[in-house]
């Protein structure tokens, strides 16, 4: 009976104990050779955005399904590569694909990895009306200038803009909220020497853009 109780004991402990993410599969997957995993490691020698925030940055679901079937987000590759919009710029290889389990296994480190001291952007999720969608597309394009680096999303509903940064075509269902008030606020703090003008936005300007940039969704992704 002692034994019936501690082997019952000890199989719900295992069952109700959190699974802790395993931190060497960037190594074992080799995304650490791409990506960096820390702060502390230099930006240069990396080609690919970096990942030491990727649980403030990325929603869990996109993650999982964009390991398993990849798509290109930076069309002209990342500003860190020395080649960046150089003539002589090849584009990056294909991102690696990983296995079901692979992708659930890299998602669940991925979403454990924060950037300590980030904002609470306290945007709600209440729908854009049209016409404060229309105001906000305005801000966005001209007034910012977003259009010039990144692909929004036109009135047909396709992808339109730039390349030379990451696309926001489907941002609403790759990002969050919160890292992208953030990123609109103060992005030298997540990249010290990226292209990412400073426009010194309130809260009241960096929420609207961070709703609109939220409400962009296109493609099968949706």
């Not at 402990?13 to 995993?37: M, N």
């Not at 702060?39 to 240069?44: D, K, L, R």
């Not at 294909?94 to 979403?111: F, I, N, Q, R």
Request: aromatic share 10%.
């Amino acid at each position: 009976m002692y034994f019936l109780i501690t082997t019952l004991l000890l199989g719900w402990l295992i069952w109700a104990s959190p699974v802790l993410a395993d931190s060497t599969l960037p190594e074992k997957q080799g995304c650490s050779s791409c990506h960096r995993f820390s702060a502390e490691e230099s930006p240069e020698s990396h080609k690919a955005p970096d990942l030491f925030y990727a649980g403030n940055k990325f929603q869990k679901s996109w993650l999982e399904k964009f390991l398993q079937t990849p798509v290109v987000v930076r069309k002209a590759g990342t500003s860190t590569d020395p080649d960046f919009l150089k003539a002589s710029s090849t584009p990056a290889p294909p991102h690696p694909t990983l296995s079901g389990k692979e992708a659930l296994a890299m998602v669940d480190y991925l979403m454990s990895l924060s950037m300590p001291g980030l904002a609470k952007g306290n945007v709600d999720d209440a729908p854009l009306s049209k016409g404060n969608k229309v105001r906000i597309k305005i801000l966005f394009e001209r007034n910012y200038g977003c259009i010039a680096c990144h692909e929004g999303i036109n009135l047909a509903g396709q992808a339109r803009g730039g390349i030379s940064g990451p696309s926001l075509a489907n941002a609403g269902n790759r990002l969050t909220a919160d890292w992208v008030f953030n990123w609109l606020k103060t992005p030298k703090k997540f990249i010290a020497r990226g292209r990412m003008p400073f426009y010194n936005l309130d809260d009241e300007s960096a929420i609207k853009l961070t709703k609109y940039i939220m409400s962009l969704k296109i493609g099968d992704w949706n």
